[in-house]
């Protein structure tokens, strides 16, 4: 079955932790992101790979790390300098679709996110 | 900055027809797709534009009007399940790699 899983579903972190968030996918898609999402509000971006060992930052980045080193896998660490960490973190993968018009367009696959309070 | 607006909550009858809207004013435009998000899980696919005019797909339609900065979603008969936030994505570049999400729009679809 291919997809893109993220583990764990429920994570609590004390104030001042670093903490870790997993995002698998066996989709083979060479593009990931990952996306935060505050109640009531859309998803901002914070970091999107396009391939292996190249990342870059979205829009709210600061706070916030990741690594790419496998294709199927990109990770995404909250440290203690992110000021209100508590969110739903999504993550994604892409791959591009052709459009009809000879253009290429990315369509995104979500994993079930992963909900983060720190306590 | 990107912007992207869409109402915040919309209410309708089952069976009804909703059209939830979305404009958008960004530096770039590759395509817009919108999603659908029940509370507490990932967004699901329900369509792109890249072209002006109208995508149909089932139940679902939508349009873009690239000069304006404008689509739509289109539901037709509704059903109970399509209580949901549906979101409005543009994405920026070329390859379209670099995607800008609306706030959504929360419907609630009442018997």
């Known amino acids: 079955d291919g997809g893109i899983t993220q583990s764990p579903k429920y994570l609590f972190r004390k104030e001042g932790q670093n903490v870790t968030l997993s995002c698998e996918q066996n989709l083979n898609h060479d593009a990931m992101y990952w996306y935060r999402q505050d109640p009531g509000q859309g998803l901002r971006l914070i970091y999107y790979?396009?391939?292996?060992?190249?990342?870059q930052k979205g829009d709210i980045a600061e706070g916030y790390s990741v690594s790419r080193e496998k294709k199927e896998s990109f990770p995404l660490t909250v440290t203690s300098a992110q000021k209100n960490p508590t969110a739903f973190y999504l993550c994604?993968?892409?791959?591009?679709?052709?459009?009809?018009?000879?253009?290429?367009?990315?369509?995104?696959?979500f994993g079930p996110g992963t909900r983060l309070t720190v306590l | 900055g990107q912007n992207i607006d869409q109402p915040t909550e919309m209410t309708a009858t089952e069976g009804a027809i909703v059209q939830i809207n979305c404009t958008y004013q960004?530096?770039?435009?590759?395509?817009l797709f919108w999603y659908q998000q029940h509370a507490g899980e990932a967004p699901t696919f329900l369509s792109y534009n890249v072209l002006d005019g109208l995508e149909e797909k089932g139940r679902f339609s939508s349009f873009l009007s690239r000069s304006k900065g404008y689509s739509y979603l289109l539901l037709k008969e509704l059903q109970m399940k399509d209580s949901a936030s549906y979101l409005c994505a543009v994405t920026l570049d070329n390859y379209g790699q670099n995607f800008v999400f609306g706030p959504g729009t929360r419907l609630s679809v009442l018997p």
């Open positions: 790979s396009q391939i292996v060992n190249d990342f």
């Open positions: 960004t530096s770039g435009f590759n395509g």
């Open positions: 994604a993968s892409s791959t591009p679709i052709s459009t009809g018009t000879g253009g290429l367009l990315n369509e995104q696959f």
